[in-house]
C-alpha cells in the first residue's frame, strides 16, 4: 500500500516545522508561477480563438487539430429552474499574500 502522507524529496515530512516549511515553500513557488500562468492561459485562449473553425494546421514543430464534437446541453426555462437547482455545500480556500517581508 501507498503512504500517502506528505514527502519533499522522497523524504517523508514527520514534524509540524517540516510541514509548515514544506507548505511555505509551495506557497512562495506557487505565486512564483502565478504570472506565468496568467501568461499560458491568455496565450492559449487567442491560440484556440485564432483556429476555431480550422481542421488541421503545422507550424514549426506544432501540429494544431481542430474538430466539432457534439455535447448535450440542458436548457431549462427561466420559470421552471429554481425547482432543477440545489445549492451544495463546497470548501472555498482563497490564498493571498499578508504584505509580510522575509520568511516565516
Not at 43 to 68: E, H, L
Request: net charge positive.
Amino acid at each position: 500500500m501507498e503512504d500517502k502522507c506528505l514527502k519533499k524529496d522522497n523524504k517523508k515530512i514527520s514534524s509540524g516545522a517540516d510541514l509548515y516549511f514544506f507548505i511555505h515553500d509551495m506557497l512562495e513557488k506557487r505565486e512564483d508561477l502565478m504570472p506565468l500562468v496568467r501568461e499560458f492561459e491568455e496565450i492559449d485562449a487567442t491560440i484556440k480563438k485564432y483556429f476555431t473553425g480550422a481542421p488541421n494546421f503545422i507550424i514549426g514543430r506544432y501540429s494544431v487539430c481542430g474538430k466539432w464534437v457534439e455535447r448535450d446541453v440542458v436548457k431549462v426555462p427561466p420559470k421552471e429552474l429554481k425547482k432543477y437547482t440545489k445549492k451544495e455545500r463546497v470548501w472555498q480556500i482563497e490564498i493571498a499574500t499578508t504584505g509580510l517581508k522575509g520568511d516565516y
